[in-house]
């Protein structure tokens, strides 16, 4: 513990539930009782749930971006940049700015909440050519490539690059890929209208997933709703199948079927993000293993949650982890920030107990499911709940007007087909949007910082 000034917390994310802690620390803390520093590569908190809409259209990037710096009353430093490496032992983060300098930050208590990175597996060529669905950039630049292959499909005489440019494949059947094909596919039925040259016969999206179900959380009765509404749509469902390798003009899937396409979104599931790696402590799939109260067994002041944490699931017991979702990771945001006061206190920390609320999809248009306190709901009273949370769930009261703006003027003027073209060509592999690349070794970790312990 630093004795000599207050005691630092550094927060690691500025996402559901590092952005929670932050303002709850700022709230319960008098400014004199500890320093908050965040640690952010952007300066907003998004609200990932409302991706597929951003780049489906209906809803403007900015709306779901909420800003860190909205009120005066924000005393939190912010440091522009990632955490590429802990070191626990001295009780050093060391950050790549976004000018990429390398700095180390020392820190009294840390809160790690950078969330997780898109799951690859070792399939050829999928790192190459998918495209994944986390990051704003990654939704705007999908949304821009869809419009793309409408255009240059229009443009062709070649009947094989039309075919190929007009068949799109998303993988993944949780609810991120499934709102994702069910929102994007709502935007191209309804930009072909545009394209009087085309035959929208020729549009056709696959939604593919390993698991004999859909959304196995909505249930049986739910979730076959879910893929009845999504087969009448035209969206051909194959369940069972995953792909072998992914290609520039074509996917070849598991049963052996050869799709021509230039669009793979994979949505396969998430991992911890690798800052989780660089601490060499025990994971659980992958996600820091945390006690109960989210700190680490052992370590002093140091704390995980979100979903780059195996939280223990006390609601659900029976040695369950909690899901990784936005619903624990917010309310686990709050939790963290009053276990970290008590410790810096001397008081009791609590272990976190949150039952599951539910789940919304929304599909798009009236299309939605919702399971909100296990009442299975379809059409729209489950658009409306479905809305009524992500809204309610949405930070401030800018974002909500701008969410709710874009929602009205979506419903009276239906979609637009803009191709900004701000991302046109620039690589477009996951790790450049998702940075996964960035990371040290527990060794260069080491390394790093006994250097600059040395060098002073
Ligand atoms: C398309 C989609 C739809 C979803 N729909 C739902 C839904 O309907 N309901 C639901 O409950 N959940 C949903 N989720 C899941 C939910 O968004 C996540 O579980 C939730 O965001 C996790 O919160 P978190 O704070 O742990 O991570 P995040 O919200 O991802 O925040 C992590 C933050 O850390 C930052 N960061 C990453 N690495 C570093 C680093 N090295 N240093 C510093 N900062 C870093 C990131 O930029 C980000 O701001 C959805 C997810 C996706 C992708």
Known sequence: MNTVTRPRILVVGAGFAGVECVRRLERKLSPDEADVTLVTPFAYQLYLPLLPQVASGVLTPQSIAVSLRRSKKYRTRIIPGGAIGVDL????????TITDQIVNEPYDYIVLA??????????PGLTEHAFGMKTLAEAAYIRDHVIS??????????PDERASRLQFVVVGGGYAGT??????QRLTHAAVKRYPRL???LIKWHLIDIAPKLMPELGEKLGGSAQEILRRRGIEISLGTSIAKAGPEEVTFTDGRVVPTRTLIWTAGV????????LGAETVKGRLAVAPEMNLPGDDGVFALGDSAAVPDLAKGDGAMCPPTAQHALRQGRHVADNVIASLRGGVMKPYVHKDLGLVVDLGGTDAVSKPLGIELRGLPAQAVAR??????????????????????????GDDFVRTGFQARKAARLKDFEYTDAYLTPEQVRERVEGAARRE
Request: net charge positive; hydrophobic share 45%.
């Open 89 to 96: 032992k001295s009780k050093v983060c060391v950050i790549r």
């Open 114 to 123: 950078p969330g997780s990175v898109t799951r690859t597996f070792d399939i």
């Open 149 to 158: 292959q409408l255009d240059l499909a229009d443009a062709s005489q070649d």
């Open 179 to 184: 709102e994702t094909a069910a929102c994007l």
């Open 199 to 201: 035959d929208p016969g």
């Open 271 to 278: 991992v911890a993000s690798p800052l989780i790696a660089t």
């Open 388 to 413: 009524g949370y992500h809204w309610s769930a949405l930070r401030t009261n800018v974002a909500k007007t701008r969410v709710m703006t874009n929602w009205l003027l979506n419903a009276v003027a």
